[in-house]
């Protein structure tokens, strides 16, 4: 018999299951607090509130702790490939020589997109924010890739090769969209590529491959792309996460649940965090490096200003992802001889922060957003892309908890509220008002 944790209300007692997760996290299991108490919980922004189990991700934010499938981040950024880590998530395993090799296969014989969603493309203004056409063409795609209704409860066969060619046509199109968005942007063709060179490999030359200039692949370029690929691909219950599951709770499609999501990660408190820490570091060095002056902006409350890349919902440590990406942006620089003036104003922000009470005592670190669009200038990336760049990242980890909400037969997301508007009252038709 497990543990339970005891509710005093209206002086009768009430037990609850504790739940204990596979790393010792406890919960309380509140599914039937309504029907049992007809009481509700509230938690604005879900801080205390778990969604569901789930086997993709643990991060303990105490101790600064991130794994994938119980991989380290540690790990699978220093030995793997972002493909590899793509299939780990989704499927539960590193994949076998084999897996991999059909993973690619099968991903490259889904590489073409209908030429008829260059026109949706091209009908955007070109100042158009990327990850918003990022959102609608990943919607788009579902008017050429029409999808049929997964009931996964099943679990047979053809239900999970189903799921697999969709999952594989999604990995395959969101990077040509990608180098689509960003050299349209450049007044370049669009082109397809070919994912047997490696899949980061093909990223990289989609996006910078010019016209009549040979490819010289730069491998710096590559594993930098590959690193922070891998340290974006997934989260646990995120912000952009969360919306992927909750949109896909209602069996809307895998494409228009990741659309959701890469919506929900635009915002600049979440993943569009890396492009306002980007225009903050330049703000500070066009206002003569002032970083004191900043930092007293951030810490007053009748200022909206917020050290961005500072702070994250979950670690009250350092994220592991930014002390991986602050080595890597150093090596970037100095493999490609940049000296960004940037970077030091970033580490001084670091330095001063990780000295202030105000963030000591709130234990605000640097996460995953502040130190990547440094390694992204680097690599010739303009800063409004740099969301789309998270959210390439990000793909492998929706795919993974659409699948995983779906094998799991979650209920539809539905939460419930605390009323507080107007008691009931009569209409009062207009001549009276
Ligand atoms: C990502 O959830 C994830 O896993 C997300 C992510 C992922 O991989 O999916 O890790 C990616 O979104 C990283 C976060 C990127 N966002 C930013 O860098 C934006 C700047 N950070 C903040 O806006 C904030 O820290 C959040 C949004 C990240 C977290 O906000 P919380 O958990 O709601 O915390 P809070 O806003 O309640 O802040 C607590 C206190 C407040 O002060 P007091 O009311 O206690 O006086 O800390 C202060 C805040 O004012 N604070 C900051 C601050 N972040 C929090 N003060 C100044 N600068 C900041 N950056």
């Not at 499927?91 to 991903?107: H, M, R, S, V, Y």
């Not at 922070?228 to 919306?243: G, K, R």
Request: hydrophobic share 40%; with cysteine; proline share 4%.
């Amino acid at each position: 018999m497990g543990k339970k944790v005891t509710l005093k209300y209206n002086e009768k007692e009430y037990n609850f299951d504790l739940l204990k997760g596979s790393e010792d996290e406890n919960a309380i299991d509140v599914s039937k607090l309504r029907s049992d108490l007809n009481l509700i919980t509230l938690d604005p922004g879900f801080k205390n509130t778990g969604s569901c189990k789930s086997a993709i991700t643990f991060l303990d934010g105490e101790k600064g702790i991130l794994r994938y499938r119980g991989y380290s981040i540690e790990d699978l950024a220093k030995n793997a490939d972002f493909l590899e880590v793509a299939f780990l998530l989704i499927f539960g395993e590193l994949p076998t020589k084999n897996q991999l090799n059909k993973l690619i296969a099968d991903i490259q014989d889904n590489a073409i997109i209908d030429e008829d969603l260059k026109k949706i493309l091209v009908s955007f203004p070109r100042s158009a924010h990327p990850m918003g056409i990022l959102s609608s063409l990943t919607s788009a795609l579902i008017a050429f890739n029409p999808e049929k209704k997964i009931s996964l409860t099943k679990k047979t066969g053809d239900e999970h090769a189903y799921m697999y060619n969709l999952i594989v046509k999604l990995l395959a199109k969101i990077p040509i969209l990608v180098a689509w968005v960003y050299r349209r942007r450049n007044g370049l063709s669009l082109d397809y590529g070919d994912y047997t060179q490696g899949y980061v490999e093909n990223v990289t030359k989609m996006m910078f491959q010019r016209p009549n200039q040979k490819y010289i692949k730069n491998d710096v370029i590559v594993n930098a792309m590959n690193k922070l690929l891998i340290l974006h691909a997934d989260h646990e219950q995120n912000c952009s996460t969360s919306t992927v599951r909750i949109v896909g709770s209602s069996e809307a499609s895998l494409f228009a649940s990741v659309s959701a999501g890469i919506s929900a990660l635009w915002g600049r408190l979440h993943g569009g965090a890396n492009q306002a820490v980007l225009e903050m570091l330049e703000a500070i060095k066009n206002d003569g490096g002032d970083t004191k002056k900043f930092m007293e902006k951030a810490k007053d409350k009748n200022d909206s200003f917020r050290l961005m890349g500072f702070g994250h919902r979950v670690y009250k440590n350092f994220d592991p992802r930014a002390k991986i990406i602050k080595v890597t942006a150093h090596e970037v620089l100095k493999d490609l001889g940049i000296k960004d003036p940037i970077l030091n104003i970033a580490k001084s922000l670091e330095k001063e922060a990780l000295n202030d009470p105000y963030f000591t005592s709130r234990k605000l670190y640097p996460n995953v957003d502040f130190y990547s669009g440094i390694i992204y200038k680097a690599l010739n990336i303009p800063t409004e892309m740099f969301t789309v760049m998270f959210a390439l990242g990000r793909v492998p980890g929706w795919i993974a908890h659409w699948r995983e909400m779906r094998m799991n037969n979650d209920p539809i997301g539905r939460p419930r509220q605390v009323y507080t508007g107007s008691k009931k009252r009569d209409f009062l038709p207009l001549k009276n008002r």
